[in-house]
């Protein structure tokens, strides 16, 4: 390690690539085919305008899904909310996801109205985090199974 020096710096694109490719080599040695992510998503529209979406990526090792779906958007303007658009965004992202292959859906979420919401739902916890955000609360880990007989448990 004498010739060795740990710079505090950015990557350049040609290192990440590097890197990138490194972690590929490694999986194919372990028997592992290459893993690559997948978009899904949905839009609600007012007319042309965005209200709504929910999106994520379905992980895919070799052509195959993985299983698990990560969604990472959620959202519906405020002015819109509690008319069951949230609810149809999900579900329209569940069954995508489910026909797909996929068996389970997870994601990170705060705040006691967006827990119920998705425990309405059939998700359930699997991990916090304490003291993530500035004003002291949680990040919270939650998962729901899609499969074909869903009873919302995990």
């Known amino acids: 390690m004498n010739d060795i020096n740990i710079v505090n710096r950015e990557l350049t694109s040609e290192e990440i690539e590097h890197v990138n490719s490194g972690f590929d080599y490694l ?7 290459l893993e690559s992510t997948e978009q899904i998503s949905f839009v609600a529209l007012n007319e042309d305008r965005l209200v709504g979406c929910s999106s994520g990526l379905a992980h895919k090792n070799g052509e195959k899904y993985s299983g698990w779906f990560y969604l990472t958007d959620l959202f519906v303007e405020k002015e819109f909310r509690n008319q069951g658009i949230g609810s149809a965004l999900l579900k329209e992202l569940e069954e995508k996801t489910r026909t797909a292959g996929v068996q389970k859906i997870w994601l990170w979420t705060s705040g006691p109205s967006t827990l119920r919401f998705y425990n309405r739902h059939g998700y359930t916890q699997f991990a916090e985090m304490e003291n993530w955000y500035s004003d002291g609360s949680s990040r919270i880990g939650l998962r729901k199974t899609i499969t074909e007989h869903n009873t919302g448990e995990c």
């Open 27 to 33: 999986s194919l040695e372990e028997g592992i085919e």
